[in-house]
């Protein structure tokens, strides 16, 4: 008898609670919510039903503030948010998502539905999956 894994989908380890954030709030705000949620990213919120998401990184927070003299409190979100995010959906199986995050060279990709945002996987979550499988 011969045990198969069935294909793990992203829909089974994404994040389905995702912080977003305004396009139009300071990086301050935004650093002040990262920090609340110990969270590492943000989504960007669409400004209208046919925008894209965006996504905002603490390392894009971060090389502007230090690397480009940012002032956080002048800049906003919409200026160093990475637009449109990457996208996938949720019954994708991980291993295309870990394989587009790698050709990317990202850590993380937002789930869409219908094109309404419904989660958030990171490399570190498909990681901790393999690991776990490795250990079965």
């Not at 793990?8 to 650093?31: D, G």
């Not at 587009?100 to 979550?125: A, H, P, W």
């Amino acid at each position: 008898m011969t045990s198969e894994h069935q294909p793990q989908l992203v829909e089974q380890l994404m994040n389905r609670e995702v912080v977003t954030i305004s396009p139009m709030a300071s990086l301050r705000e935004a650093l002040r919510l990262m920090r609340q949620k110990r969270v590492k990213s943000l989504v960007v919120e669409k400004a209208h039903e046919h925008d894209a998401y965006g996504i905002l990184t603490y390392t894009s927070i971060l090389k502007a503030i230090v690397a480009e003299d940012g002032d956080i409190d002048m800049a906003n979100v919409y200026d160093e948010m990475n637009k449109p995010a990457i996208s996938v959906p949720g019954n994708m199986e991980t291993k295309y998502a870990a394989r587009l995050m790698v050709s990317q060279g990202i850590r993380r990709v937002i789930v869409l539905k219908n094109d309404e945002l419904v989660g958030l996987i990171t490399m570190s979550d498909i990681v901790g999956a393999i690991l776990e499988q490795a250990d079965e």
